[in-house]
């Protein structure tokens, strides 16, 4: 693509958009000769085959994974949502920034919804770097836990906001 000097065709009419990206001409982009269109089938063939990493052994408590397993899917609401076992909804998986208790600086510069993707949450373990949420804002699953107690009024006690992060981390 021509974002990354490549040749080819890119089309994407949300980025004509004047608060999006409309001074980058990028919307309707045809170089020549044409190296991206024949090759983006087997590309998304190949993401979709990719399996997430699986948490080694010994790598969080199963007996506090389970009970949080109860949580994520109970008290704390967390699979209104995030649906096993792809932890996103299947179908429409986007959210406005109040529904998750965040501001919409991003939301708002982003082409079509201007809203947020639920993240899928296996091999969330491998995530070491880079914080959490789509600008990293939170630097542990602890802190994500306790953003969604604080802003969703959930009422975990600490010991269901330990056994969630260790079921975050079995995933
Ligand atoms: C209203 C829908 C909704 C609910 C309820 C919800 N989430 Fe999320 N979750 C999201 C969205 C949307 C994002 C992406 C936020 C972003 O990128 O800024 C997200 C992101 C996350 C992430 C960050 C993943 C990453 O790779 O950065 C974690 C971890 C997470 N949620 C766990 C939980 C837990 C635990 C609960 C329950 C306490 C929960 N979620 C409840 C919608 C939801």
Known sequence: MKQMHGSGTFIDSRLANEKVAAKTGLANTRGKPDEV???LNALH???LSLPAPIPP???FDTTAAERGKQLFEGKAQCASCHVPPLFTEPG???HSASEIGVDSFQADRSPGEQKY???????LFAHTKG???HDGRFATLDDVVEHYNTVKN???SDSDKKALV???KSL
């Open 57 to 59: 052994a010994g790598s």
């Open 131 to 133: 914080g959490f949420y």
């Open 45 to 47: 063939y190949y993401q």
């Open 92 to 94: 429409w998986n986007l």
């Open 117 to 123: 993707r639920t993240a899928p949450l296996h091999g």
């Open 37 to 39: 269109t024949g090759k």
């Open 166 to 168: 260790e079921f975050l």
């Open 154 to 156: 959930l009422n975990l």
